[in-house]
């Protein structure tokens, strides 16, 4: 059984103004050929789960190309068609093949092209025939589309958030893949959608979260044997496209109809616990004088600019906050401006400056916020993961400055990275341990530093991951969608 596989993940958002290029997705990973293979070893990738996987189960691995970036507004044109045509003709002139395995995000948005996984998979389809399965692994918050699902026969999602199965569902959908190629299966994928999308922020697959419900639903729907793979996507939801919802998904044995009820029943488990996703949160200024009147140190959690979900990583929103409301308090925040930290190299560490820091690629919200600081450190920032989906990964803020102001270290980095843990701040020798107030600009990860003396306030704004979804100036969505409208009954988009 020879099998080619290969990975483009990158995960789009409408409300970003970043733009994605090929050098921005060779700063985080692009490889071709056998040379996969040794950058995705020892790593917790679907892609690494799907070739270990595939050899565990006798078949010959052929590498074609992959291609990783983070999240952000769209990928520029000319790189994705340059990236997905190496895919296709990569593929097509690795024939005779005997299956196909992509790791995709499964969200990604481009200038033109509306629907990117779709079409490179229907390019696929039609260059390679009908007969060779697809296998694909998604994101959790995949943007799933009738296309990607008519041209695959495996679909599998991740089952949890935060991310820590991207190995086992890469497997999953190997292993699935493997059994079709032996014949013993003939796997179709359907897809059914509701006008919904729901906060990231409550989406967690934790303890008694409702994700969890629903997670716990579908892994009892394989155990009976009603399909042999059941997802579920809440969606990524910065997405300004009328097709974008709750999706449920089922890959079953040769039944379209029993796929579309199971895809049903689990979208229906996400639309009955909607009302549950929304979490308490606070503007910066409430937020910051409630953290000072709590015990311990609390995470302040900047939902409206978060980096993994495509946000510039630049509102200054809550430093402002801090500066009027607690300003003498150690605290550590992090903020993407590359031409304050391009200050601070040029006056060099231990001068004092007046500083505009932040609103500097999205000036949309908000203007920089302007301050006196003393550079108390530049460095690179180039640090690697402890942990999460980019486990092992090598990642680089850039030219990066640690500004003190009052209580205050203020980390301004060049390049807007995904956070996991605290590494992005240790890289720099920002201490957060002894921090009363530290800002984070994810929307999951931050749960892993919580415990015994550690709490978190998340914020509410304006930013390009608006934690409202109500409240954004939405042009492609259709009414009556949730939670705009607090429908009756769902309305379905598919
Ligand atoms: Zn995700």
Redesign the pocket.
Known sequence: MRVAVASFEY?GNSLSLRVERRADFVRIGIHEGPAILRAIEGRDLALTGGVHALRDGGAEVVPVFAAKGGAGGHVEDGFFHEASAQIIDGIAAARPLDGIYIAM?GAMICGVEKDPEGAILEALRARIGPATPIAVSL???AHVTPRMAQAAQIIVG?ET?P?VDAYRTGACAAGLLLRAMRGEIRPVTRIRKYNAILPVLGGATLDDAPMAHVAAQARAIEAAGRALSVSYFPV?PWLDMADVGITGLAVTDDDPAAAEAVAQDILDAMWARRRAFELPAMTPPEAVQAAMSMSGRVLLIDTPDAI?GGASGDAPALLAAILAHAPQAVSALCIVDPAAAARAFSIGEGAEAEFAIGAWQDRRWFTPVTLTARVERLCEGSFTYRGGPASGATARLGPSAVLHVGGLRLLVASHAVYEHLDEHYAACGVDIAACKLVSFKNLMNYRKLLGPGTGFIALHGPGGTPLRLQDVAWENRRRPWWPADDMPAPEPIL
């Open positions: 995960e995000h994101d959790l918050h991740y958030y991310h990524q993994g």
